[in-house]
């Protein structure tokens, strides 16, 4: 069977190595910079309550590489991926470690044209589907949330409404690929909000974008699921939290960032 090497595994090479060559490596990238990091803390039902751990880094050519970790909070599983993008945050490929009914699987998504091709193998899973990428689109790798907020770097502030965006998707959790997914953004607006005191830290304020969007995804039957989501971000596109409105689920699920529940409560609960 043939194994991708989830680069992801390599952000602890050797500090001494690295110390040696006088430049940093993350993700087996020597040179690469860390721009953002954090953990995205998701409450939700015991299905989908977690934790997303994330490293955004720069490469030397440029682009920009997602590492991201989820962690189930009743314990049932933890799994991984990577998401490179070139310097204009456009997907280029994924790799995940995944599991499927308790079986390790690996799998990849690359771009190719108007299609994304995927292959996840693992002991006795081979699957190859392809997917949809015309003329452009996202990845994901569900159930991370963190690649959804690349939509708010893409976006035209100047122009506003409405603007769609294409996903692709191959879950690392269950054996299912999203081939035609959209989501339709909409800026709402930005607010100037205080942080709380804390020992040592000085009064501070951050001004807070909110992105809605609606995500339509296809049926087998031909039809469409749609989802309400709200989307918060800092100035600089750095992931605050999001929240779905989820048909049957009172309150929906809510994911911010760690250390961020000051804002959260502004936010989500205001």
Not at 28 to 57: C, H, N, W
Not at 140 to 164: A, C, I, K, W
Request: proline fraction near 6%; include cysteine.
């Amino acid at each position: 069977m043939k194994n991708w090497v989830l680069l992801i595994s390599l952000v602890g090479s050797s500090t001494a190595a690295a110390a040696q060559q006088g430049s940093p490596t993350f993700a087996g990238v020597k040179g690469a910079i860390m721009i953002d990091s954090g953990v995205m803390v998701v409450e939700s039902t015991p299905d989908f309550a977690r934790e997303e751990s994330f490293e955004y880094l720069r490469r030397p050519d440029g682009g920009v590489t997602l590492l991201n970790s989820i962690t189930m909070k009743d314990g049932r599983y933890r799994v991984r991926a990577r998401f490179d993008m070139d310097k204009d945050w456009k997907s280029l490929n994924a790799t995940g470690r995944g599991l499927y009914d308790g079986v390790p699987v690996d799998s990849r998504m690359e771009r190719k044209g108007k299609v994304v091709e995927i292959q996840v193998r693992g002991d006795g899973v081979a699957l190859n589907p392809t997917a949809v990428c015309d003329p452009d689109c996202f990845i994901n790798m569900s159930p991370t949330s963190l690649p959804m907020f690349v939509m708010t770097r893409h976006y035209d502030l100047e122009m506003g409404g409405p603007q769609l965006f294409r996903w692709t998707g191959q879950d690392l959790d269950r054996v299912r690929t999203l081939s035609g997914g959209t989501a339709e953004l909409t800026y709402q607006g930005e607010q100037t909000l205080n942080r709380a005191v804390l020992p040592g830290r000085p009064r501070k304020m951050v001004t807070v974008r909110h992105f809605t969007f609606v995500e339509s995804l296809p049926l087998p039957d031909g039809g469409r699921f749609k989802l309400d989501f709200d989307l918060w971000t800092d100035t600089e596109h750095r992931p605050l939290g999001f929240r779905v409105t989820t048909p049957g689920l009172t309150g929906g699920t809510v994911g911010f960032r760690k250390a961020w529940s000051d804002v959260r409560v502004q936010l989500v609960e205001q």
